[in-house]
């Protein structure tokens, strides 16, 4: 049988992705989150919750949200940077179901 499943970019790849997504514009994103996470997810959201972001590219959603615990899941290494100290980082790709944290968080977010 052959995997005709696409496979991810490479570590390299992905940096210069993210560079070239996030160059310049890393405090405007970061005031962006903060407003949302405060003002809107905060709906859902429970401080007492663990909560598990897919794909955290340059973490700004997970280093903003009140939550208890919490994960970012990325396979670009750069993540590990822009991970705040309370952050968890899984470096795996998202569709990879072998993190049990997928199945022990509270709320997931995939953006």
Same mark, same amino acid.
């Given at each position: ?54 794909? =955290?590219?340059? =973490? ?33 790709? =998202? ?17």
């Amino acid at each position: 049988m052959t995997d005709h499943s696409p496979h991810p970019p490479s570590p390299e790849d992905l940096q210069e992705i993210y560079r070239r997504r996030f160059e310049g514009t890393l405090d405007y994103r970061n005031r962006v989150w903060q407003i949302l996470t405060v003002d809107f997810f905060s709906r859902w959201i429970q401080p007492g919750e663990r909560v598990l972001d897919l794909g =955290c590219g340059y =973490c700004q959603f997970i280093n903003n949200v009140a939550c208890s615990e919490k994960y970012g899941m990325d396979l670009n290494p750069s993540a590990a940077d822009h991970a705040a100290k309370d952050v968890t980082l899984i470096r795996q790709d =998202c569709s990879d179901r072998k993190s049990t944290r997928l199945n022990s968080s509270h709320v997931a977010l995939s953006r």
